[in-house]
């Protein structure tokens, strides 16, 4: 059985805001509402609502107000990676998605899992020192042109789900909304500590991260971190690094400023402006992260870093079911 996950807290959103923010667009408007029948679904799952914990640009947006448009929903789960996994997951979600579109007042949209691909393959699921599945949720309004796609399993209107296995996670914050749903998420800490560990990657995943300056940059200009704090933000980043040894370096406090981190992600910011309209100056938040970054209490050496698998944080704690 999976470890337990210690809880920071317990946070109330309304995820209407989030939704409604996006009431010009049509396309956007039907995507959200169907991420948030996605959630609640998941919410009403026996097994998944305990292991799978929200990230990324969802998390962004959701909780924090990020203007930020993103369409994929990032999780990390604690479960065992095990081949079945995918078919419990299906089975489960397939069986909440009516029951929670009720209850959200989406009586005519229907939702469904339409495929579960698992990377590297499902022979080398379990073994593999980063698993992931990569889940598409088809959705369709009853009685329009695409519902016949859906039917089939071949909607055009999907939502991207990616779930990451055998990482490590410092704790998570309970996120309930307004219908009494209620979902783990990652902890502020967790957050930032990803984030930074993208922006590491990117040379070895030959990929930018733009969004994740940015992301950090908007969080650091709202909250404040003691001494404290920054060593048990350090201690995790070097935990997930570590967790993912062959595409992160080791960081260090100047890792940030390299070339190969600030030119990717530089060279893509312009593209930005399509999801948030105004265009922040790179600099500025790169001059943000990265002073914050160098602030981390770097000495000891990470040689010298006890790391543990997990860092109790707080209680209490979410145990998956037995």
């Known amino acids: 059985m999976p470890d337990a996950v210690p809880v920071e807290k317990t946070i109330q959103v309304n995820i209407e805001d989030w939704i409604d923010r996006a009431k010009a667009d049509p396309v956007a408007y039907v995507e959200r509402q169907a991420t948030e029948v996605f959630l609640a679904a998941l919410a009403m799952t026996p097994r998944f609502s305990r292991e799978i914990f929200l990230k990324g640009g969802i998390l962004m947006g959701v909780v924090y107000g990020s203007p930020r448009q993103t369409g994929d929903i990032d999780f990390t789960?604690?479960?065992?990676?095990?081949?079945?996994?995918?078919?419990?997951?299906?089975?489960?979600?397939?069986?909440a998605f009516p029951r929670a579109a009720a209850r959200l007042g989406y009586p005519d949209l229907r939702c469904a899992v339409q495929s579960c691909r698992y990377l590297p393959s499902r022979a080398?699921?379990?073994?593999?020192?980063?698993?992931?599945?990569?889940?598409?949720?088809?959705?369709?309004l009853r009685g329009s042109p695409q519902e016949r796609h859906f039917e089939e399993g071949k909607s055009s209107q999907i939502l991207e789900v990616d779930i990451?296995?055998?990482?490590?996670?410092?704790?998570?914050?309970?996120?309930?909304?307004?219908?009494?749903?209620?979902?783990?998420?990652?902890?502020?800490?967790?957050?930032?500590?990803?984030?930074?560990?993208?922006?590491?990657?990117?040379?070895?995943?030959?990929?930018?991260?733009?969004?994740d300056f940015y992301d950090i940059a908007s969080l650091?200009?709202?909250?404040?971190?003691?001494?404290?704090?920054?060593?048990?933000?350090?201690?995790?980043?070097?935990?997930?690094?570590?967790?993912?040894?062959?595409n992160c370096p080791t960081p260090e406090p100047e890792s940030?400023?390299?070339?190969?981190?600030?030119?990717?992600?530089?060279?893509?910011?312009?593209?930005?402006?399509?999801?948030?309209?105004?265009?922040?100056?790179?600099?500025?938040?790169?001059?943000?992260?990265?002073?914050?970054?160098?602030?981390?209490?770097w000495s000891p050496k990470p040689d010298q870093v006890l790391i543990s698998p997990l860092s109790p944080i707080s209680s209490p704690v979410i145990a998956p079911r037995s």
């Open 77 to 95: 789960a604690i479960s065992e990676p095990e081949p079945a996994i995918a078919d419990a997951l299906r089975d489960e979600l397939n069986a």
């Open 220 to 246: 650091l200009k709202r909250f404040e971190f003691d001494e404290g704090e920054k060593a048990r933000l350090l201690k995790l980043l070097y935990e997930k690094c570590a967790a993912r040894t062959m």
């Open 124 to 140: 080398k699921f379990a073994e593999s020192t980063g698993p992931a599945l990569k889940v598409k949720i088809g959705y369709a």
């Open 256 to 297: 940030l400023a390299r070339p190969e981190v600030r030119d990717r992600a530089f060279k893509e910011w312009a593209t930005l402006e399509i999801e948030i309209g105004a265009l922040p100056d790179f600099e500025e938040c790169f001059a943000i992260v990265d002073a914050f970054y160098r602030s981390l209490p």
């Open 164 to 211: 990451s296995f055998k990482e490590p996670v410092g704790a998570i914050q309970i996120v309930t909304f307004g219908d009494g749903a209620a979902i783990g998420a990652y902890s502020l800490h967790d957050l930032i500590t990803e984030k930074i560990r993208a922006l590491l990657q990117q040379e070895r995943r030959n990929r930018g991260r733009r969004q």
